[in-house]
């Protein structure tokens, strides 16, 4: 759980990083940026409040060895020494220009925050901030004069809208820090942010472990299963109702535990125990059969598991409970049709 309400906003480093491919430039600042106490505040929602809920990634390299990773190495000059800000927020400037590669990669303003006392699992720690802002948008100033008004209008950074940062927290060094991501640009070609420049994995906790295991889980039924078992759709519906159940109903996971009591049936839970290995190897998954079950990733994950049974255009069937309340059938004329079973209605 994360706690921003008491944090300080040390000290911050701001630069333009344009596309090197496009021949945009860079441009380093010479200082740190000069603020108040007014313009911290705005700047600390600006850049703590899409991290209300982080999900912990850690740094990796190409070869495995996070300590080769660049901002592993720019974050623990500044944890060792927060004076360093200045020039090691221009390496970080310097290093985002050489891989800002792709001609769709858009020029913005980057910059670079050093914060304390935030509370993360309760206790304080210092974070060092990495945002960029890549779209401007444009404001009404609305200027009173002696009997009359003016309009003008500027453009400039919404605060509630930030494009990409992330949040380095110096906890986790030996492991290659604990680091949360933003990146509202849902593109192929914005995978740059978190895959080239930052270089992230997915942290092997709680919450990971949580929403990996529903992933695979909702997978192996929606695709898998169909192709091995002659099964409807309402079979499926039930499947997932069941993985979600048994997440909500229990505080710890075991997966003999799971499989036994969501598959039941020994050829299935021997076909999900294939399926999951492959899918652990396929996607280099680090993955516990026995961990703790996060909430937060439960609510997360629950929102996919869909309980809508569609049937053409016609109607929407939501089963939430008990799979022998209906029944599939094809009548006489080759209709086919549900049979379903309730004592109330409401």
Same mark, same amino acid.
């Given at each position: 759980?994360? $706690? ?36 911290? =505040? ?10 209300? +809920?982080?999900?912990?990634? %850690?740094?990796? *390299? ?16 500044? *944890? ?12 970080? =400037? ?37 945002? &960029? %802002? ?6 009404? @100033?609305?200027? =009173? ?20 940062? #992330? ?15 933003? $990146? ?18 997915? #942290? ?18 929606? &695709? ?23 997440? @909500? ?15 039941? $049936? ?6 999900? +125990? +294939? ?13 516990? !059969? ?15 598991? &869909?309980?809508?049974?569609?049937? !053409? ?34």
């Amino acid at each position: 759980m994360m $706690d921003y309400t008491e944090s300080l906003l040390e000290r911050v480093s701001v630069h333009h990083v344009g596309n090197k491919t496009n021949e945009e430039e860079l441009v380093l600042s010479k200082s740190l940026l000069d603020t108040d106490k007014t313009l911290d =505040a705005l700047l600390s929602r600006f850049f703590l409040t899409p991290f209300a +809920n982080p999900e912990f990634h %850690s740094f990796t *390299f190409s070869n495995g060895d996070f300590t080769l990773n660049p901002l592993y190495i720019y974050a623990s000059r500044i *944890f060792e020494d927060a004076g360093v800000l200045q020039d090691t927020g221009a390496d970080i =400037a310097r290093h985002l220009y050489e891989i800002s590669v792709h001609p769709q990669i858009k020029p913005g303003d980057l910059f670079i925050a050093h914060f304390s006392n935030i509370v993360m699992e309760g206790r304080a720690v210092e974070a060092l901030g990495i945002f &960029k %802002s890549e779209n401007k948008q444009s404001f009404l @100033k609305l200027n =009173a004069g002696t009997g009359s008004f003016d309009l003008d209008y500027e453009d400039g950074i919404n605060i509630d809208k930030l494009d990409k940062g #992330c949040l380095i927290f110096n906890a986790g060094q030996e492991t290659g820090f604990k680091v949360c991501v933003i $990146d509202k640009a849902n593109k192929s070609e914005a995978q740059y942010w978190k895959d080239s420049f930052l270089q992230l994995k997915p #942290c092997a906790d709680d919450y990971h472990h949580t929403k990996d295991f529903l992933d695979i889980a909702k997978e192996f039924v929606t &695709k898998q299963f169909a192709e091995e078992f002659e099964v409807t759709r309402a079979d499926q519906i039930d499947l997932l109702n069941r993985s979600v159940n048994y997440f @909500k109903n229990n505080e710890t996971f075991d997966k003999e535990e799971f499989v036994t009591e969501v598959f039941q $049936d020994e050829k299935v839970i021997e076909a999900f +125990n +294939n399926y999951d290995e492959s899918y652990r190897e396929e996607h280099q998954i680090e993955l516990s !059969d026995h961990f703790d079950i996060s909430a937060q990733a439960l609510k997360k994950q629950a929102r996919v598991f &869909k309980s809508v049974l569609k049937l !053409d255009k016609n109607f929407h069937i939501y089963i939430h409970g008990d799979r022998e309340l209906i029944e599939q059938g094809v009548d006489q004329d080759g209709r086919k049709y549900y049979k379903i079973y309730f004592e109330e209605e409401s």
